[in-house]
């Protein structure tokens, strides 16, 4: 994880880390940008995020949007009319239940319409700065498996196995590594293993360094010094 946290340096963030850089942590605006992330690249996840909150930046103001202003400015997001349906709705909760505020609770987040355990996990590390949480993206689930620090087939498993393999102080910051590493390095295709700089601690990587370079993917192989 030291590793990793040197090698990320010079990578941009994903988009939901850098909204809420960018907001100080607004857990609305943090809440809002990961319900759009799902299964959304980052770029789209982005521009979207910014077409809403120049619009809406309260739980109020979007509440009274109508689904199709909604879908129209969150366009092209993966599932973007139910995610507005979703939006809408989450936001009626939160000024009818929660007073207009973001609940701080795994047990509330998860009474909100389109939240699951890994947007409320990142809601909970990114604003509530808990420490006792892992958010579990595709890219958590895949590298935790490839360096085999976990052996499961959801990621609901694998959360739950990650409490139980890695140490309580990284487990604020393994989304962020992973998912950074997993963007730029780890891939799901063509992994970029001559390129990574835990290879030695992957059953992945070790086999790369075992194969010979003629028969190397091209996509795999270091970068020219």
Same mark, same amino acid.
């Given at each position: 994880?030291?590793?990793?946290?040197? $090698?990320?340096?010079?990578?941009?963030?994903?988009?939901?880390? +850098?909204?809420?850089?960018?907001?100080?942590?607004?857990?609305?605006?943090?809440?809002?940008?990961?319900?759009l992330s799902a299964q959304t690249r980052?770029?789209?996840?982005?521009? $979207?995020? &910014?077409?809403?909150? +120049?619009?809406?930046?309260?739980?109020?103001?979007? $509440?009274?949007?109508?689904?199709?202003?909604?879908?129209?400015?969150?366009?092209?997001?993966?599932?973007?009319?139910?995610?507005?349906?979703?939006? +809408?709705?989450?936001?009626?909760?939160?000024?009818?239940?929660?007073?207009?505020?973001?609940? $701080?609770?795994?047990?509330?987040?998860?009474?909100?319409?389109?939240?699951?355990r890994k947007t409320a996990n990142l809601?909970?590390?990114?604003?509530?700065?808990?420490?006792?949480?892992?958010?579990?993206?595709?890219?958590?689930?895949?590298?935790?498996?490839?360096?085999?620090?976990?052996?499961? +087939?959801?990621?609901?498993?694998?959360?739950? &196995?990650?409490?139980?393999?890695?140490?309580?102080?990284?487990?604020?910051?393994?989304?962020?590594?992973?998912?950074?590493?997993?963007?730029?390095?780890?891939?799901?295709?063509?992994?970029?293993?001559?390129?990574?700089?835990?290879?030695?601690?992957?059953?992945?990587?070790?086999?790369?360094?075992?194969?010979?370079?003629?028969?190397?993917?091209r996509s795999a192989r270091p970068a020219?010094?």
């Open positions: 994880m030291r590793t990793l946290a040197r $090698a990320i340096d010079d990578m941009d963030l994903p988009a939901v880390e +850098k909204i809420a850089e960018e907001s100080q942590e607004d857990p609305f605006e943090v809440l809002i940008s990961t319900m980052d770029p789209v996840t982005a521009a $979207a995020s &910014a077409r809403l909150f +120049k619009v809406a930046r309260t739980p109020r103001t979007l $509440a009274k949007l109508t689904v199709k202003r909604i879908e129209r400015l969150i366009y092209p997001v993966s599932f973007y009319r139910h995610k507005a349906k979703h939006v +809408k709705r989450t936001c009626q909760i939160l000024v009818e239940r929660f007073g207009g505020r973001v609940p $701080a609770t795994m047990d509330e987040l998860l009474t909100l319409p389109g939240v699951g809601v909970l590390i990114l604003s509530f700065k808990s420490l006792k949480n892992i958010c579990l993206d595709t890219h958590v689930h895949r590298i935790s498996n490839r360096l085999g620090w976990v052996s499961t +087939k959801s990621p609901d498993e694998t959360e739950q &196995a990650l409490y139980k393999a890695t140490d309580e102080r990284w487990w604020p910051y393994i989304n962020l590594y992973l998912v950074t590493w997993g963007q730029n390095v780890c891939r799901p295709v063509y992994p970029r293993c001559g390129e990574c700089v835990i290879r030695l601690h992957c059953a992945t990587g070790r086999m790369f360094q075992e194969t010979p370079k003629s028969i190397r993917p020219a010094p």
